[in-house]
């Protein structure tokens, strides 16, 4: 991940619409210019963080980056709309690994999603580390960063979407359950699975039944499972 700091540099990879992860401006910090570049961050729609000074320094390595350092991104995030056309989006709950995330960005191209979507918070975001487990799938499927994952599903409701929750615990077997379109499928974070709020906003949470003593797979295995069911069934339709 690239990492610029001060205040020329970082207004001028604003300016110029470079792929940018986050903003961070060390607190108390002020003046003018300052001021325009998180402005020119919001109106971008770079997530803009105010942090201890320290955190900025041990970031540039240095304490000369007059308050702002900008954490570039691999590819530029896409818009909402992206989603919204898509017959088959992908939403990940807080997918920390950035090797996980780009495996199911890889796996999600290659079943026809039109789009994945993931958090600006708790989660990893578009790394060169992200690029390189996509193997090429960045540069063909549009990735959206979102505030919030429960507003972006009640707003694919509102669009038509059918909501499908990826859970342990789900009521209906993926490869029984009827996937109507569009269709979003989500999928939790390592370890945590789906938050309970995200949960709620499912219209049906489907499992993977397991023959073994574990009871869940690695998510982006998990992730191929289900989408290629997803493409199987989408196929035949076709």
Not at 53 to 66: E, K, N, V
Not at 115 to 134: G, H, N, Q, Y
Not at 138 to 167: C, Q, S
Request: charged share 25%.
């Amino acid at each position: 991940m690239a990492i610029l700091s001060g205040i020329h540099p970082v207004a001028e990879a604003l300016r110029s619409r470079h792929p940018m992860d986050r903003l961070l401006v060390a607190q108390g910090a002020g003046g003018p210019r300052l001021q325009e570049i998180i402005d020119l961050a919001r109106r971008a729609g770079v997530p803009v963080r105010f942090e201890p000074r320290s955190a900025l320094d041990r970031m540039a390595g240095s304490s000369a980056h007059q308050g702002v350092v900008a954490l570039g991104a691999a590819r530029q995030y896409a818009d909402i709309d992206a989603a919204a056309a898509a017959e088959l989006v992908v939403i990940l709950d807080g997918v920390e690994d950035p090797h996980n995330l780009g495996a199911v960005i890889r796996t999600a191209h290659a079943a026809g999603a039109g789009a994945v979507v993931i958090p600006e918070r708790r989660a990893a975001s578009l790394t060169d580390v992200v690029a390189k487990a996509a193997a090429g799938a960045l540069e063909h499927l549009p990735v959206v960063r979102v505030t919030t994952v429960n507003r972006t599903l009640e707003a694919l409701k509102k669009r038509g979407f059918w909501i499908y929750g990826l859970d342990e615990h789900g009521e209906s077997a993926y490869d029984e359950v009827e996937f109507n379109s569009p269709t979003v499928l989500v999928l939790g974070g390592e370890g945590k699975g789906l938050h309970e709020q995200v949960r709620k906003h499912c219209d049906i949470l489907v499992c993977i039944p397991m023959a073994g003593k574990i009871s869940s797979l690695n998510v982006s295995v998990a992730a191929g499972v289900v989408l290629f069911e997803w493409k199987r069934r989408h196929s035949k339709r076709s």
